[in-house]
Nanobody
Framework: QVRLVESGGGLVQAGGSLRLSCAAS????????MGWYRQAPGKQRELVAV???????NYADSVKGRFTISRDNAKNALYLQMNSLRPEDTAVYYC???????????????WGQGTQVTVSS
């Protein structure tokens, strides 16, 4: 059974920083892309940033230059350094991993439970 667990959310003032972490565990054979998504109240879930197993990254235009995604493949971990936070960054942030699990023997998407990020003005 695969689990993704996020941590690092919280309340911060505009202009501040937070670092999110995601740890993947369980019967994992290999992880392809890992990414961060977010969902604000009344809005659809949107991609924030993604990192492939080969190290390529991609960001939403709204976070370019402020957020940095990184991976530690040895630890099956994903991070999101968020700087210069704005009130519009307020959302629940979800970790996503496309991975090959030993019990399902196929590539599937897995999600964490989410962590709340609140940016006050």
């Amino acid at each position: 059974q695969v689990r993704l667990v996020e941590s690092g959310g919280g309340l911060v003032q505009a202009g501040g920083s937070l670092r999110l972490s995601c740890a993947a565990s369980g019967s994992i054979f290999s992880i392809n892309a890992m990414g961060w998504y977010r969902q604000a109240p009344g809005k659809q879930r949107e991609l924030v940033a993604v990192a492939t197993s080969g190290g390529k990254t991609n960001y939403a235009d709204s976070v370019k230059g402020r957020f940095t995604i990184s991976r530690d493949n040895a630890k099956n971990a994903l991070y999101l350094q968020m700087n210069s936070l704005r009130p519009e960054d307020t959302a629940v942030y979800y970790c996503n991993a496309n991975l090959f699990a030993l019990d399902t023997r196929g590539n599937q998407d897995y999600w964490g439970q989410g962590t709340q990020v609140t940016v006050s003005s």
